[in-house]
Nanobody, 127 residues
Framework: QVQLVESGGGSVQAGGSLRLSCAAS????????MGWFRQAPGKEREFVAA????????TYADSVKGRFTISRDNAKNMVYLQMNSLKPEDTAVYYC????????????????????WGQGTQVTVSS
C-alpha cells in the first residue's frame, strides 16, 4: 500500500516556475515507478512525466519536454516535478501516481498502469 500527498501547487504568471512535491508512505515506494498526471477542466487526465524506481529512466509527454523535470529521492520517499517556462495551457490539477514494479527501468505513461493516486494539487498559470 502506498499513500501519496502532493504539494507545491499555486498560481504563477506565464514563464514562471513551480516545483511540485509528492510525499509517499509505504514500504514499496523505493520499488515503485512514479508518475505525474494532470487534468484540466472538461478534459481527460493526461500523462505528464514518469520515473522508474531506480531513477534511471524518465519519460515525458511531448508537451512538457524541455520544460519539466521529474526526479525522486528514495531515501526521503519523495518525488518532484520541476516545472519551468510555464504556459497557460499547463493549468490543471496535477496528480502523483505510483505502481510497484520489479523492473527498475519501467516508467509507464498510461493512467491504467498506476495503482495509487494522490488527491491532486492545483496549478494555475495566467497569461
Amino acid at each position: 500500500q502506498v499513500q501519496l500527498v502532493e504539494s507545491g501547487g499555486g498560481s504563477v504568471q506565464a514563464g514562471g516556475s513551480l516545483r511540485l512535491s509528492c510525499a509517499a508512505s509505504g514500504r514499496t515506494f523505493s520499488r515503485s515507478a512514479m508518475g505525474w498526471f494532470r487534468q484540466a477542466p472538461g478534459k481527460e487526465r493526461e500523462f505528464v512525466a514518469a520515473i522508474s524506481w531506480s531513477g534511471g529512466r524518465k519519460t515525458y509527454a511531448d508537451s512538457v519536454k524541455g520544460r519539466f523535470t521529474i526526479s525522486r529521492d528514495n531515501a526521503k520517499n519523495m518525488v518532484y516535478l520541476q516545472m519551468n517556462s510555464l504556459k497557460p495551457e499547463d493549468t490543471a490539477v496535477y496528480y502523483c501516481a505510483a505502481r510497484f514494479s520489479y523492473d527498475s527501468s519501467w516508467s509507464p505513461s498510461g493512467n491504467r498502469e498506476y495503482d495509487y493516486w494522490g488527491q491532486g494539487t492545483q496549478v494555475t498559470v495566467s497569461s
